[in-house]
């Protein structure tokens, strides 16, 4: 007898392996996808985009629906059950235009290939009451609370919290809507010319519907945020300095730096990459060092300006990394170590750009104040538009304010 041929879309069926391996194996969203949708075309391929990030991103939303009106715990369900029920539930409760029958009998279809034909009823059950339920049950959830904003927009109770305290209840969930849209697609122009859109506050930075895969293999542009570019442009390196960046790679920021610059990454692999990216761009004044910027070689030091874009929470590019939300941590003690070792490589007069692409004030203000670093509040005066809401020495851009990624920045003396 003849194979019974799927009657699953390739995007769905692609979301749907990511899935898997993104809640049961420990997958990062975004590698997962690449590889499950490497043989699609380009509209199946943004399709699955759209559904993996989403589904990834509503998770905990998506949960509390299913086990409401399926009446089921979803940690007592079969994975690839889990996975559909959830695909099929995005679709129903968050993406309009999808046709009922196809978010629910393609993830029905699912299940029986996964092998699961004793779950095929159920996950169909399942399946039709959250296509009558989902909507009613979603709009009625409450935000009055920190913890209800993190169920209604699905992100951990802690990041939700924080917000809260940092921002005010109005513009943290703000902030949440925002962060649960997809980022605008946005690149830096190297050399050339470009289809887009000027960015309206951040020469260089221009706004696109894709990312020209030619124009980047040849090195005329460099997808990064204008928040990111912001970053560089703080730094004001000029021809003749010597500039230290601690956490280098991949390198954008990097790479946009004047002088003689010095780049520093920690993991050998990364610092390829780093080296590949400088070399593709053009930038011959960068050198790579491999070491760990807390302990680095004794003659990297007299640094005109440096760099500190710290690991941190990513607490404002949720919406680029899809998984990061269930995974994040605040690193407020590897960022003031981070940040004292530059104070101690740059010279007296020199300038120090601590920056964080979090809104999260225990890695951003907090680490500035038990630094002891002066503020050097002009920065503030260039960029009058990025003031921090609180602190206006500083900067901080705002996804539901500026429509960029959320970074910190701070300009420091030593």
């Not at 898997?20 to 997962?32: N, P, Q, S």
């Not at 949440?176 to 122009?189: G, I």
Request: charged share 25%; net charge negative.
């Amino acid at each position: 007898m003849a194979a019974r041929a799927s009657v699953v879309s390739p995007a769905r069926a692609a979301t749907f392996s990511v899935l898997l391996r993104v809640f049961e194996d420990g997958a990062y969203a975004d590698r997962a996808l690449r590889s499950a949708a490497a043989g699609l075309d380009a509209r199946d391929r943004a399709l699955a985009q759209r559904l993996t990030f989403g589904a990834v991103q509503r998770v905990r939303t998506l949960d509390h629906a299913i086990e409401t009106l399926g009446r089921r715990r979803i940690a007592r369900l079969d994975p690839p059950v889990r996975a559909a029920l959830r695909l099929g539930a995005y679709q129903l409760g968050f993406v309009d235009g999808v046709p009922r029958y196809a978010a629910v009998n393609e993830s029905v279809e699912l299940v029986r290939e996964a092998g699961l034909e004793r779950a095929v009823a159920f996950t169909n059950a399942v399946l039709r009451r959250l296509a009558d339920g989902i909507r009613p049950l979603l709009d009625a959830l409450p935000v009055a609370s920190a913890e209800e904003a993190a169920l209604k927009h699905s992100y951990p109770d802690w990041v939700a919290e924080t917000w809260w305290r940092d921002l005010g209840p109005v513009d943290a969930v703000a902030l949440m809507c925002a962060q649960n849209e997809p980022a605008n697609t946005v690149v830096r122009l190297v050399r050339g010319e470009i289809d887009g859109t000027p960015d309206r506050t951040i020469p260089g930075a221009w706004h696109v519907d894709r990312v020209d895969d030619a124009a980047l293999a040849e090195g005329r542009i460099w997808p990064q945020s204008s928040a990111s570019q912001l970053v560089g442009l703080a730094v004001g390196a000029v021809k003749g300095d010597r500039v230290l960046d601690l956490c280098a790679a991949p390198g954008g920021k990097a790479t946009m730096l004047a002088g003689d610059v010095v780049a520093v990454e920690i993991n050998e692999n990364r610092a390829s990459e780093l080296e590949e990216t400088a070399r593709r761009l053009g930038s011959e004044d960068v050198r790579v060092v491999v070491a760990d910027g807390r302990h680095m070689p004794p003659e990297l030091a007299d640094f005109d300006r440096a760099l500190v874009d710290a690991p941190c929470s990513g607490l404002g590019v949720l919406n680029q990394r899809p998984d990061l939300r269930w995974r994040s941590e605040p690193l407020p003690g590897l960022q003031l170590d981070l940040l004292r070792a530059a104070a101690d490589r740059t010279k007296p007069g020199g300038t120090i750009v601590y920056s964080v692409c979090t809104i999260n004030a225990d890695e951003s203000e907090a680490v500035v104040d038990l630094s002891g670093l002066a503020v050097d509040d002009t920065l503030a005066a260039e960029w009058p538009q990025f003031r921090h809401p609180r602190r206006p020495e500083f900067l901080q851009t705002l996804p539901h304010v500026h429509g960029t990624s959320g970074f910190f920045i701070a300009r420091l003396l030593p």
